[in-house]
């Protein structure tokens, strides 16, 4: 039994014009925080105790005395014990009463059980609930099955690690950081053995996620990570939008590929095979007449989450693609929510959403400005799940 649509509905439309934007103070917060005061509508941020200065003191709104906001985003921040527990009876009783509505992150659906987000925590999400689990790469639905049936070019997966005959990645969690990557690539079988054996040994994987982990051919090109954005208020011609683009900043492995290869010979044994956890993001833009191809894959996925779990997609979303030399993109993720890079955005807007609004849009904004838009035409309720 999950938590019904048209329950949140009912509770969104109840607030009337009284709306807050809420979400978990960590991944993407600050371009939500930032976007929602943008746009004059007030924020409230969802922290764990001991990480709650960053917006509690140092982006906490601060107004003059005719209420204008005059420097930082967060107008209020709770704090709890660990995230999980913003999700209990109390807390949502809590929330509906402060008129919130959620915007989900990468945090909010990591930290908080996917079990809890679809049957227990019954407030209103401006996005879609029902997709946050096809993240999971060890889900039976996944991004990789909803792409499949879109028609989206993925990376080819390796069956078997005995299978592998060519530079391939191997996909799952890291051992101690649950959020962050455990990825490795190898070339062969051998390899596979020798390096999870190492990683296991260094407590960077763990034997049970080994099993489960995925494995897929390795695409050599840079990364282009797309931030869309869906409107379920537009006409089906103008919903979809690309803002903007990011890239992954990514340690150890950024500083391991800076260093000439002479010098990565000589790093010790662990160094040399980098974790890929994401510490910070960069701004991109694209070659123009890859665009078309982008906006295809785009729609393509919008058209099978709509399929697969109606309402489908609602709002921002990121498909996470590696370009090769022919500029055809092969996607290797997803985001079904806000992306983690949009935060380089934040203020300035992305390129792409500019062009389109003729003043900066940043993903937070986007998002914020779809919220003001369905508070006055009375259409929160079709922005929620």
Not at 110 to 126: G, W
Not at 188 to 197: D, G, H, P
Not at 228 to 241: I, N
Not at 315 to 325: H, M, N, W
Request: glycine share 8%.
């Amino acid at each position: 039994m999950g938590v019904s649509r048209r329950a949140m509905q009912a509770i969104a439309d109840s607030y009337g014009e009284a709306v807050r934007v809420a979400t978990v103070g960590s991944h993407s917060a600050l371009d939500i925080a930032d976007g929602a005061a943008t746009e004059g509508l007030p924020t409230l941020v969802l922290a764990q105790a001991g990480r709650e200065r960053t917006y509690r003191q140092y982006f906490r709104s601060v107004r003059g005395p005719d209420g204008t906001l005059e420097r930082g985003c967060v107008d209020e921040v709770w704090t709890y014990p660990a995230f999980r527990d913003l999700a209990t009876p109390a807390e949502q009783e809590r929330l509906r009463a402060a008129h919130a509505v959620l915007v989900p992150n990468r945090a909010f659906s990591s930290y908080v059980p996917l079990e809890t987000i679809e049957t227990e925590f019954a407030v209103p999400i401006v996005g879609a609930r029902a997709l946050l689990r096809i993240e999971e790469r060890t889900e039976r639905e996944n991004y990789y099955t909803l792409l499949e049936r879109a028609g989206v070019r993925t990376p080819p997966a390796v069956s078997d690690p005995a299978a592998i005959d060519g530079l391939s990645i191997v996909k799952l969690p890291h051992a101690r950081r649950r959020l962050e990557r455990g990825f490795f690539t190898v070339a062969s079988a051998e390899e596979f053995r020798a390096k999870s054996e190492r990683l296991i040994a260094q407590g960077t994987i763990r034997p049970d996620d080994l099993a489960r982990a995925r494995i897929e051919r390795y695409i050599l090109g840079p990364v282009f990570n797309f931030n869309f954005f869906f409107s379920p208020l537009a006409p089906r011609t103008d919903a979809l939008e690309l803002l903007g683009v990011d890239e992954r900043r990514e340690s150890s492995l950024d500083g391991v590929v800076r260093l000439p290869a002479a010098q990565q010979l000589e790093l010790g044994e662990a160094a040399r095979l980098p974790d890929y956890t994401v510490v910070g993001h960069g701004t991109l833009t694209v070659r123009e007449s890859i665009l078309e191809e982008v906006f295809r894959l785009g729609e393509k996925f919008v058209d099978a989450t709509r399929s697969a779990a109606p309402p489908g997609i609602i709002g921002p979303f990121c498909l996470q693609t590696v370009i090769d030399p022919d500029g055809v993109p092969t996607v290797f993720d997803v985001a079904a929510r806000i992306g983690g890079g949009t935060n380089v955005h934040l203020a300035l807007g992305h390129p792409y959403g500019n062009a389109l609004y003729r003043t900066p849009m940043s993903s937070g904004r986007r998002l914020a400005l779809e919220i003001r838009r369905a508070i006055g035409e009375r259409r929160l309720g079709e922005l929620v799940t």
